[in-house]
């Protein structure tokens, strides 16, 4: 497997080790399986309550919010089997216990947990490499036309997805492969099965407003919108700023159980979500000295789609030309 990332960033990793007190360092790395629960209850609470909304109110002003809630919760149960991957849940790792967790963490998705952990892991190994890097190599847009990079806040995000996790998989041992395909098969089967009983039961109009809308048109935008922040604005030249350093936010903290610190992440994966905000101000000191400035989502969505910049390049001469698109972020 090869290991890229880890080949270039070994000053980076002391200089990290340096700015960030041990004790501190410790502490953050502390696995509360209370608080992960609570979060993930509290995703399911978000997800239920929209739900609740969009059956009974019938204006679309009102039903409309509540699918946007519902797309974005959707689509944070990937967050949470995110977690699984890094194996952030429990003090004690459990194979049995993380197996059933990410199983049940991407049924909503539709997804493969085997292909989330096994993309995810070679993601973070090849991370700056073209070739080593999956989610680089086949799903990031290959030419930089804003039509096609619209395409991925859209219902085709999931033929885009798809085909990448594919061409992916094709270098995978057979046995995996076949684990892939089943674990497939399982969410898509339950995704169709419940489509077709809100159908059955409830309408199509209900079926329109409760799960087409928030899966194929809100969840392409979350998702989109949070990739986005992740490695596209990034200095290809300096390991410590191939990932994009968001400005911190209580909204997008909710919006999206703390991945939005996906630069922290990269730093130091075994710290569980809900400690990355206090790492981030740790590493202020940090990102002062070596130049780094913090993006709004608003600021990086103008710089990608308005000023058409490519993905994976140093947008860093931005900041003076969008300071009303980050006032909206």
Known sequence: MPHYYADHASELKRDL???VPAEALRILHQRRPWLHAAVA???VAALAAAAWGIVHLDRWYLWLPCALVAGFAVFDFTVLLHEVVHRTVLPQSDDRSYRILGLLYAIPSGISASQ?????LDHHAGLGSYEEDPKRHYLSPKRNERWLKILYFTPALFFIYFRAAAQEAVSYPTELRKRIAAERLVTMAFQLSLLAAIAFFGGLFLAWKLYVVPIF???PIAFALNR???HYDIDPTDPAKWSTLVRRSWFWDAAYLFSNYHLEHHYFPAVPFYNLPRLHRLLLPFYEKRGMVARGYGSLLWSYLVLNRKPHTNWEGDSGTDAVAQAAS
């Open 217 to 219: 048109l809100v969840f």
């Open 17 to 19: 080790a340096r700015e």
């Open 116 to 120: 989330f952990i096994r993309w995810h």
């Open 41 to 43: 209850l509290a995703n």
């Open 228 to 230: 986005l922040g992740q």
